[in-house]
């Protein structure tokens, strides 16, 4: 059982077997195209899932769209796309998932908000003293916030290119991310948020939620 990454550069597709370098692929394009279509279908919902209303007509860039076998079975498929906020501002966003054509199932679906430009300007402002923030003790506390809700939970994943950091109330300051959490040894891994308030002082987790 895992729930610590290590270093921040380490993808949770990685951690997931479904990422390599683009290779030919005898698989054939019907069942590309469903790899395409069933990844593309569960990430719409774990975006309307973890978004709730706020995420309406998700849509998918197909010049974006990368499909790579990872085994003979399963195929890893990332893009990008967008989907209309309650504001009724486009917010766009990367993703991955893998599917297997084995089982006819995906796993893994994942996104990540990509920054609009007023985001990222006000993202740029906010700069905190990060010597006494540790992205791994948030982590530690949402693998723990995680073991709680499911105690037979297997392994739990974080994707270190999902955190982002932003100002909190009264100080303090906000890491989030996403990841992925077997809920039982040997079910299929789903996708989770999590959300720590952090003491930039101190370092000290005070606050944990996690959503999945």
Not at 11 to 38: D, F, H, I, V, W
Not at 85 to 92: H, Y
Request: hydrophobic content about 35%; proline content about 6%; aromatic content about 6%.
């Amino acid at each position: 059982m895992t729930h610590r990454l290590g270093p921040w550069g380490l993808s949770l597709l990685s951690l997931l077997a479904c990422a390599g370098a683009p290779a030919q692929s005898a698989t054939p394009p019907s069942e590309m195209a469903k790899a395409a279509e069933r990844c593309e279908s569960e990430v719409a919902e774990t975006i309307r899932r973890i978004r709730g209303k706020a995420a309406q007509e998700v849509q998918f860039i197909a010049g974006r769209r990368v499909l790579t076998p990872a085994t003979d079975d399963e195929t890893s498929v990332r893009g990008e796309g967008r989907y209309r906020a309650g504001s009724g501002d486009a917010v766009p966003f990367t993703y991955s998932c893998a599917y297997n054509s084995a089982n006819d199932s995906t796993s893994g679906a994942l996104f990540r908000d990509v920054p609009v430009q007023r985001a990222a300007a006000a993202e740029k402002a906010f700069e905190p003293d990060l010597t006494n923030i540790s992205p791994e003790a948030c982590e530690s506390a949402a693998a723990n916030s995680l073991k709680s809700k499911h105690p037979r939970v297997g392994r739990i994943v974080f994707g270190s290119d999902s955190r982002r950091m932003q100002p909190g109330a009264n100080g303090l300051v906000q890491l989030a991310g996403q990841g992925a959490v077997q809920r039982a040894a040997g079910m299929n891994a789903t996708p989770f948020a999590y959300q720590c308030e952090v003491n930039p002082r101190t370092g000290r987790v005070v606050g944990i939620h996690t959503s999945d």
